[in-house]
């Protein structure tokens, strides 16, 4: 028996082109690529006005190679030069633009030596434990690998602690030449804890007059 109903339901669900969690990576994604593209401006804004800055005392003080502030890994060397030799007490620092650009290739090379050590015995615990099934291999992998991290560590604080000193005095010798002892130690200071700092220091002072009278030319 037919009474006459007849229902049709039609529902219409619209679907989103991109989900929640597509747009939360591309909003990760466009944050990440910002912080990215700022520091690299600050770092070149940085490279720029510090290169401007030892390039002209370099040629105030007469150097033949002022050019080399402007070129990578040359112008750690050249900075050192621009202080001259450092003295401490009874000790004096001849060459300290071959250690300001020596000491940073050692410490690549020594971390990337334990590094790889560590990787490669993590990995070779890492069988011989799965293939003698012993606890105690297992064991003696984390252990070594711990080590392994802790001399990392260890290395890294001394390493960042001799290069900080090294490089406040290299740049308390450079600004001594134009502002008092005292100053030129709260400049080469705060050069080595705030960011851009010392670019912008050293282009300050670049033409002002000398205090003190520049060490033997180049």
Request: hydrophobic share 50%; with cysteine.
């Amino acid at each position: 028996m037919d009474f006459g109903y007849n229902y049709s339901y039609d529902y219409d669900y619209s679907v989103p082109a991109h989900s929640g969690g597509d747009e939360v990576f591309s909003l990760l994604m466009g944050i990440y690529l910002f912080v990215i593209a700022g520091l690299l401006i600050i770092t070149l804004v940085g490279y720029i006005f510090h290169s401007f800055g030892m390039y002209t005392i370099g040629k105030r003080m007469g150097k033949e190679r002022a050019w080399m502030a402007f070129v990578p890994f040359a112008r750690d060397y050249f900075q050192g030069e621009l202080a001259g030799p450092i003295r401490l007490k009874n000790k004096e620092i001849r060459n300290p633009g071959i250690w300001n650009l020596v000491l940073p290739i050692i410490f690549s090379a020594v971390t990337g030596v334990l590094t790889t050590v560590m990787i490669v015995g993590t990995v070779m615990g890492l069988l011989a434990a799965d293939t003698m099934w012993s606890a105690g291999a297992l064991a003696g992998t984390v252990m070594s690998l711990i080590m392994f991290y802790l001399a990392l560590i260890v290395f890294s604080v001394l390493y960042s602690a001799v290069y900080m000193v090294l490089k406040i005095l290299i740049n308390r010798q450079i600004f001594a030449a134009f502002t008092t002892d005292n100053m030129s130690v709260v400049h080469a200071v705060l050069s080595s804890v705030i960011p851009l700092y010392e670019a912008f220091c050293t282009f300050a002072l670049r033409n002002k007059e000398f205090c003190t009278e520049p060490w033997n030319q180049m």
